[in-house]
């Protein structure tokens, strides 16, 4: 059987802080009680119990758990709970990232590469010719070198479009 509470009222109406405890049959319960004193009590709304349909906030958190996520490594209770682990760990959901963002940081990283590669080709076709300290000057100028441009060449940019 519920527990009730109903919250005593005085004479014109004004509510009290006493509570009383009314224990009944859900279709006994009473609309109105009548404490000890005379005065009234009318029923104080409850809040539902929490159970796995309600709340929706970590009911299942200690519980058996019944999916392994690859992401984490572990079981989590649901995809929601293992969304909500990784927005936590700072990862960013593929449908937020944008249209063609996969392809476009690929070519991106694609011609990053591209430009080591030809350095590297150059500073190899020097060494044909060269000594090792007269090919790195000729392939990495003190231009380059002062411009930024070897930075960005050797920078290993992970940021999209």
């Excluded at 509570?19 to 005065?39: N, Q, Y």
């Excluded at 649901?78 to 700072?90: F, I, L, T």
């Amino acid at each position: 059987m519920p527990l009730y509470e109903y919250r005593i009222h005085n004479a014109d109406g004004t509510a009290t802080n006493q509570i009383i405890e009314h224990l009944c049959k859900m279709s006994e319960k009473p609309a109105r009680l009548v404490a000890e004193d005379g005065r009234y009590a009318l029923p104080i709304v409850s809040v539902i119990a929490k159970t796995p349909g309600a709340w929706h906030g970590n009911w299942s958190e200690g519980m058996s758990h019944t999916m392994f996520s690859k992401a984490l490594g572990r079981n989590v209770a649901n995809v929601w709970e293992e969304a909500k682990e990784m927005n936590k760990r700072g990862f960013v959901n593929e449908t937020d990232l944008g249209k063609d963002f996969v392809a476009n940081t690929q070519e991106k990283l694609s011609n990053h590469w591209s430009a080591q590669d030809d350095l590297s080709r150059q500073y190899q076709e020097n060494l044909k010719t060269m000594s090792k300290e007269d090919a790195i000057v000729n392939t990495f100028t003190a231009e380059k070198c002062l411009s930024g441009e070897l930075d960005n060449t050797y920078s290993q940019p992970l940021v999209g479009v």
